[in-house]
């Protein structure tokens, strides 16, 4: 089943889905950000003859992922979801900050029409390349009519933005939504659907329509053995508005560094609490005076905390 609005928008940002190699055997020495996203689309032959735009919004190795761009690609995804005969939009991005783009376009627009994140572990010249199905995925649940908000599709699977975490390194199947689940899976072009569409309230444009020069510092810190809670106070002489910390287990913290953090906190510095597990939430209190971020992973809760930041009074 399609959407009546027939196009979908394809906003180019780099990644390794856009990588290019010397060699169709080398995986891991290559550049990204080299194909432009209407190449992407005509590498690949199912895609051709259908009601697609293409633009490019950066060319980044997403490591290299800024708030400049997060601002723009923001104002581009609005722009084109107010459209009518937009049924939907397909970011091609790099996979390694792919889950803390998709978490802060899901807080600033949660879109009612399906906004779909992409990407490909490896390079667009590999012998076996992930990209080229993936992109077709990606258009496919762009325009499905029950699809919405912010959506992640790698891998033949339908992650929510709020859950969506790479996993591996390498392999291609480097994407999971740990203990949520999936949304839904894409076998053969058709949406299997197993779990709940995203849900939430949009921040909206204002909220980040400072120039992203001025956006707050927001810094994120490890509980470890040896840590020692200087560096606390070196962030905040930096600049440091809010600070993530990714604690031991439930989100426990080095008492060095829970201290020093508290005295932060008491300064007027914000602090959000989350687990450096892979997999898991904090789960309840343990820690009232330092609150925590739940369910969200370290660099989605500095997400969080930046928002938070921006749109305080
Ligand atoms: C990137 O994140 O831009 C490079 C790595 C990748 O896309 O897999």
Redesign the pocket.
């Known amino acids: 089943m399609q959407n009546k609005a027939s196009t979908v928008v394809v906003l180019g940002t ?4 856009a ?1 290019t190699a010397a060699s169709d055997a080398d995986n891991v020495g290559y550049t ?2 080299q194909i432009g996203v209407a190449s992407l689309i005509h590498a690949v032959p199912a895609l051709v003859g259908q009601a697609l735009e293409a633009e490019q919004v950066a060319q ?5 992922m800024d708030h400049a761009t997060w601002q723009r690609l923001a104002q581009r995804v609005a722009f084109h979801l107010q459209r009518p005969d937009v049924a939907g939009i397909v970011i091609t ?6 889950e803390e783009t998709a978490y802060f376009l899901h807080r600033v627009l949660a879109p009612t029409k399906p906004v779909v994140l992409t ?4 390079p667009s010249t590999s012998l076996l390349a992930d990209g080229p199905q993936n992109l077709l995925d990606a258009v496919g649940v762009a325009r499905h009519a029950q699809a919405r908000g912010v959506l992640a599709v790698l891998g033949g699977a339908v992650h929510r933005a709020a859950d969506v975490r790479k996993h591996h390194s390498y392999g291609l199947d ?1 994407f999971n939504s740990g203990d949520a689940g999936v949304v839904a899976w894409v076998e053969e072009g058709a949406l299997r659907i197993v779990g709940a569409w995203p849900q939430g309230d949009a921040l909206g444009l204002e909220a980040i329509a400072r120039p992203s020069a001025e956006w707050p510092r927001v810094e994120i810190l490890i509980s470890h053995a040896g840590a020692d809670g200087a560096i606390v106070p070196a962030l905040v002489a930096l600049g440091a508005r809010g600070l993530v910390v990714a604690g031991t287990g439930n989100g426990t913290l080095h008492h060095t560094l829970h201290d020093a953090l508290l005295d932060a906190q008491r300064g007027g510095v914000r602090v959000l609490r989350c687990t450096r597990c892979a997999e898991g939430a904090v789960v309840g209190q343990t820690d009232g005076a330092l609150p925590s971020a739940g369910a969200l992973s370290p660099v989605k809760a500095r997400v969080e905390l930046l928002l938070a930041l921006l749109t305080a009074p």
């Open positions: 780099g990644g390794t889905i990588g990204a950000g980044l190795d997403s490591k290299d991005h790099g996979t390694d900050t792919l990407a490909a572990m490896r480097g």
